[in-house]
Structures are given as structure tokens and as C-alpha cells.
């Protein structure tokens, strides 16, 4: 009898042990947890970080041999985007040789630099490029998209011409820095874009009245449509490729009368907590505040080749390239 309760008591000291390991095992994922998932976040922003300084440089070696940079959307349609350009920077050469040469598939022959961006035949253009991919974008790699977008400064009819782009970037235009009177390091060139909150066919009073979209863009959101901001990485328009330094950062977006390339007011935004990051043209990146200042959102842009100071605050001036405001605090 004595051996038989010598049993039953070691398995009963076996079954505790175990409930007292697990338990423990479970503190131990209870506070370790929530500890490895803080620590994820910054290494997330800082390799978003790093991604922005290398397409900022890559943008500097295109200009330094080209003695400009690219515009954000140029060739067919004007929808090609700038970041096709400078694949070669980008250490992507291959991909940058099947666009430029004549790319045969079993179905069609491609002209040199490609077709439309959404054109769903073309190999290319469903390539996904991870420097191109903000790794706290829940989005990431499900898809040929972008987290970083070309900043057309304080201007929201980014169609209307002009002789004297506000921005860094303009559509169909190639802009030199040595022209960027406001310095290189007060100009911010890329930033990053989250992947939705765009309302799309919007009124065109917004475009005069740029809080109008901030009041009212997120009772839009109905009507966005699921490929919206950086949807396609080779899509130039202002929907997936472009923003504008009016709204703060993380507004949502208005695009106005129509969904990808229309004007509207196009917000940075990203999965970072209450900030984005840009990259200015002198290759520093800096996060930028949703609670940066932004002037009055009520007061029109500037108007197409117009000079003079931004409206909308240091935001504004941050995306002016020669608008003459001082920006040292911010």
C-alpha cells in the first residue's frame, strides 16, 4: 500500500510541477511579450528610415548625372512613375534593363520603358521591390506597392500648369536642385504614404478650401476604392504616388473629381505613431509631427507659377522649394 500512495503522491508532485512551470512560462510570455512588440516598432521605423535615405540618394545620383531629377510621372499617359528611373540607383539593374529594352511574353511584345502601369500583362510592373515596402505597412508584400510618395509642395491643382513648380516634384517635370533657393535641407523631397484613406471623387471646393477635406474626407471613405495610396510602385499619379504639404500628417486624403490621376489634397501618412517620416533633399530624414504647424487650412493654395510664402504654416514652407520663409524651428 505504501509503494501505491508513494505513487499517487509523486504523480500528484509531477501534475503541480507542471501547472507551476506553465504557470510561470505564462508570466514569463506576459511580460516579455508586450516588451518584444515595443522593441519591434523601432526597428520598423528605423529600417523605414533607412529605406527613405536610399531612395534619397539614389534620387541625389540620378540628379548629380542627369543634372536633375526625375519627374514623378512622366511617359505613357504621364502615369509612368519617377521611381522607374532610378532603378539603377537603386541596385535593381536587371529589372531597369527588361523595362527599357523590348519585352516579348507569350501573349504580347511591350515597347521600350513599358506600358501603362496598370497594364496587368507587363512583368515589370508586379515586380515587388522590399526597399520600396515600410515594414510597420500591414500591406507589405501582398502587392507590386510603394509606402513612399514625391512631394509637389503646397499646391493642390498639381495638374494645372505652371512655369515655376511650389515642389520638389511636378508632373512631366524635371526640376535641378541647384535651383532650390530655400536649401536642401529645408526641402523636403519623398515621405511615406499608408495605404488607404482616400475618398475619391470629391468636390472641387476642397481645392480652395483645403479643410473642408479634413472635416470632411473620413464620412467619404465609402466611396474610396481598395487600390488606393502606392497601390502600384510604377504608377505615377497623384492617388498612389504623390502629396502635398497642406493637410498634417496622417489626414486623410481628397481626391477631387475622380480616384488616381486628379487633383486633391494628398496626405503623408503612415503606421508610425503619431508621426511620418520624410526625406529632404540634402538626404536627412526627419519625423515629421502630426501637430506641425499648418497656417490656415481655409486660405486657398497658391495659385499655379505663383511665388510668395506658403499659407499653410512650416508644413507648407517644408515643401516649398524656393518660397523664401524660415524654417529653422520646427
Avoid at 190 to 210: F, H, K, T, V, W
Avoid at 298 to 317: F, L, M
Wanted: proline share 7%; glycine share 10%.
Amino acid at each position: 500500500m505504501s509503494n501505491d500512495s508513494d505513487r499517487r503522491m509523486t504523480g500528484e508532485f509531477q501534475a503541480v510541477d507542471l501547472l507551476v512551470a506553465i504557470c510561470i512560462v505564462g508570466l514569463l510570455i506576459g511580460v516579455t511579450l508586450p516588451a518584444l512588440q515595443r522593441a519591434h516598432g523601432p526597428a520598423r521605423r528605423a529600417q523605414c528610415q533607412n529605406n527613405l535615405k536610399q531612395l534619397g540618394l539614389a534620387m541625389t545620383l540620378y540628379a548629380t548625372c542627369h543634372n536633375s531629377l526625375p519627374s514623378c510621372s512622366q511617359g505613357v499617359a504621364n502615369r509612368q512613375s519617377g521611381l522607374i528611373v532610378i532603378l539603377p540607383e537603386l541596385e535593381q539593374e536587371n529589372l531597369y534593363n527588361q523595362i527599357v529594352g523590348r519585352l516579348n511574353t507569350a501573349t504580347m511584345t511591350y515597347p521600350a520603358m513599358g506600358p501603362a502601369p496598370w497594364i496587368k500583362g507587363y512583368p515589370p510592373w508586379f515586380q515587388q521591390l522590399e526597399l520600396l515596402d515600410c515594414p510597420s505597412d500591414p500591406n507589405v508584400g501582398d502587392k507590386p506597392s510603394t509606402s513612399y510618395a514625391f512631394c509637389v509642395g503646397d499646391v493642390a491643382r498639381i495638374y494645372d500648369k505652371r512655369t515655376t513648380p511650389r515642389g520638389a516634384f511636378a508632373p512631366g517635370q524635371n526640376l535641378q536642385l541647384a535651383r532650390f533657393r530655400d536649401g536642401l535641407s529645408n526641402t523636403i523631397m519623398m515621405g511615406e504614404i499608408s495605404y488607404g484613406r482616400l475618398a475619391i471623387n470629391q468636390p472641387a471646393r476642397y481645392l480652395d478650401n483645403p479643410g473642408l477635406c479634413r472635416k470632411n474626407a473620413f464620412n467619404s471613405l465609402s466611396l474610396s476604392i481598395p487600390r488606393t495610396r502606392g497601390y502600384r510602385w510604377a504608377d505615377g499619379g497623384a492617388g498612389p504616388a504623390m502629396f502635398n504639404t497642406i493637410l498634417p500628417p496622417n489626414s486623410s486624403s481628397c481626391a477631387v473629381g475622380g480616384s488616381d490621376g486628379v487633383n486633391g489634397l494628398y496626405s503623408l501618412a503612415s503606421y508610425h505613431s503619431d508621426c511620418a517620416q520624410v526625406v529632404f533633399c540634402d538626404g536627412s530624414v526627419l519625423a515629421i509631427h502630426e501637430d506641425i504647424d499648418t497656417g490656415n487650412l481655409s486660405k486657398p493654395p497658391i495659385a499655379p507659377g505663383a511665388s510668395g510664402e506658403s499659407p499653410y504654416g512650416v508644413w507648407g514652407a517644408l515643401g516649398t522649394t524656393s518660397s523664401g520663409e524660415d524654417v529653422t524651428d520646427y
